[in-house]
């Protein structure tokens, strides 16, 4: 794959994330709409403020940047810095109460344990995790390990961390596949069931299987679910992207269509079906709508920089073309 080709994707990853949250965000708790509703409601907009989903993976984004690499405690310390910045963005009542602690002198990877017993496995470590997929897309175990590593910060449940790694995992498998290459979705599936480790995503992956061709989106709710738990939402995610790989917005649209945790859902679908399609894939008023958008394509630009001068020999990658 040439750098411009590879550079688009990194782009469309964060930019597709965010536009996907600050869509969904308008749906967020809701049941089921019909896919002309949010076309409509997308036009209506003027501008696409995004969520704590986007204000974290920013967090990540800046701290995998600053330190090169995953630091615990510097990212810790950023997603404390942003939220006291900026904490009406739509946090949920349990980082806070981790940051006041890690604030207080708690270790950044056993505060989440206190707080929750045996750990939260909501989907908060899995929606801020596409950086960490961009910047390790070349290597597996790298992923998981800082996938784990950085969920644990706020969500240590292995259901969380498992989530968490997943959809980095998603992401990095549709940013390694050129995007005028058909992604084949059964091989697709196989790779993600021989990655998870856990049984519960393995059902997952396997209903979503199934469930490819399902017209049906309250079967596709019925088995993989809308909410904020990560096991029944991470798995919805890769199907909204699979099951609409050839269009950025039918995904996105798609996600937020199924209720629920739309905002989050929305955000992760996105976040692969960029990585795949690359930015211009994603429609330019929806584009133009963001906030801080500027902001969060440097931030990719300088993770890309970051993937391919440590990880990519510069003759292992082809010629502009
Ligand atoms: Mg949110």
Redesign the pocket.
């Known amino acids: 794959m040439c750098r411009g080709k590879l550079k688009s994707k990194f782009l469309g990853c964060l930019v597709g994330a965010a536009i996907g ?1 600050g869509l ?2 308008w749906r ?1 708790g809701k049941g089921m709409v019909k896919r002309e509703e949010i076309e409509l409601l997308t036009d209506r907009l003027e501008q696409l403020t995004y ?4 204000h974290m993976t920013i967090g990540v984004a800046e701290s995998l940047i600053e330190s090169n690499g995953f630091d615990g405690e510097h990212m810790a310390q950023t997603f404390i810095r942003n939220y006291e910045s900026e904490p009406w ?3 949920g009542p349990g980082p806070p109460r981790i940051f006041r602690m890690i604030k207080s002198g708690e270790p950044w990877h056993s505060a989440a344990n206190k707080i929750y017993k045996g750990g939260s496995f909501g989907n908060g470590s899995a ?1 801020r995790v596409a950086p960490t997929g961009l910047l390790y897309y070349h290597n597996s175990t790298e992923l998981r390990e800082i996938a784990y590593k950085s969920s644990s910060i706020t969500h240590s449940h292995e259901l969380a961390k498992e989530g968490a790694a997943l959809q980095a995992y998603a992401v990095a498998l549709a940013l390694n596949t050129p995007p005028d290459e058909e992604i084949d979705q059964e091989a697709f599936i196989l790779k993600l069931q021989n990655f998870a480790r856990n049984q519960l995503y393995k059902e997952k992956i396997a209903s979503m299987k199934e469930l490819l061709g399902e017209q049906d989106r309250r079967q596709v709710v019925a088995a993989l679910g809308n909410g904020i738990e990560a096991p029944r939402s991470v798995p919805t995610a890769i199907y909204c992207f699979l099951s609409h790989l050839r269009s950025y917005k039918d995904c996105v649209t798609y996600a937020i269509s199924l209720g629920g ?1 739309t ?2 859902i929305a ?1 992760m679908a996105g976040a692969i079906s960029g990585a795949y399609l690359g930015i211009n894939a994603i429609p330019d008023r929806w584009r133009a709508k963001l906030e801080n958008r500027a902001y969060i394509e440097a931030l990719a630009e300088r993770l890309y920089q970051i993937a391919t001068l440590n990880f990519i020999p510069l003759q292992h990658l082809e010629q502009e073309d």
């Open positions: 949250d969904g965000a967020e969520t704590d989903d986007t963005r739509g946090y929606m945790d905002d989050t955000s």
